[in-house]
């Protein structure tokens, strides 16, 4: 047989074998590469319903509290709220890396809107998510202030009023004695009327002006009860202004 003929076939083998090699590692490379993607795009999957989950648990509640209690408890349940949206940074970070990743390894065509443009979604949620909870605890924490603030002066208002009911009491034995009288009611009309305890009712009615504001909000039957005590509280008042001045 001629030698020539068969080196014709020894190399269409060895030809063919470094193709087969070549095919056999660019499918490797392929698969190696098919292998990272599904693994970027599980990594990112996985940040992306963890930072779902987050933003659906920082919306805040429609409650509306209706008493000094219950924004308190509103207030704790925000503050923690905003612990974990502290701590959901990192997590917001690690998405719209993974999300980086993704795109650099993905064609141009698939940078229009995946995964980038998820990842961008839903930082603006989480960040309008923020911004909600923090006006929402502005709004509760400045309700809470001026609902303290009116139930002290209230109580000093209502001390105040006792006392002066008291010593208007004390004075009846007294009264026989017209100067002496005259001079001890006229003093106590003008505590009445005046400092303290006009002031003090004046200050009351004032101070439940921006409370009635977040109750007509918050809830009717609350302010009309608050409205009803404030009416009371005057009423009284004018009661005593008008059993001072009666004895004089």
Request: glycine fraction near 4%; include cysteine; aromatic fraction near 2%.
């Amino acid at each position: 047989m001629d030698p020539e003929a068969c080196l014709l076939p020894e190399q269409e083998l060895s030809s063919l074998q470094q193709r087969l090699t070549a095919l056999a590692s660019a499918a490797r490379s392929a698969l190696d590469a098919a292998q990272g993607d599904l693994a970027s795009w599980a990594t990112f999957g996985r940040l992306r319903d963890q930072v779902e989950a987050l933003v659906a648990k920082l919306e805040p509640s429609d409650e509306r509290p209706d008493s000094t209690r219950a924004l308190r408890r509103e207030l704790q349940a925000l503050g923690r709220l905003q612990e974990d949206a502290q701590r959901g940074q990192a997590l917001l970070d690690q998405l719209s890396e993974a999300a980086r990743s993704l795109e650099r390894r993905s064609g141009p065509k698939a940078r229009g809107d995946l995964p980038g443009a998820q990842a961008a979604s839903l930082g603006k949620r989480w960040q309008k998510a923020l911004d909600e909870l923090q006006a929402r605890k502005e709004r509760l924490t400045q309700a809470l202030a001026h609902w303290e603030a009116l139930s002290q002066s209230l109580a000093r208002a209502r001390a105040t009023m006792e006392a002066r009911e008291h010593d208007l009491a004390a004075m009846q034995p007294r009264l026989l004695d017209v100067a002496a009288s005259e001079e001890a009611l006229q003093s106590l009309l003008s505590q009445v009327t005046s400092d303290p305890l006009g002031h003090q009712v004046e200050d009351a009615c004032r101070k439940a002006e921006p409370v009635l504001s977040y109750l007509d909000w918050a809830s009717q039957p609350a302010a009309s009860a608050l409205r009803s005590e404030l009416q009371a509280l005057r009423d009284r008042h004018s009661q005593l202004k008008k059993s001072v001045e009666q004895q004089l």
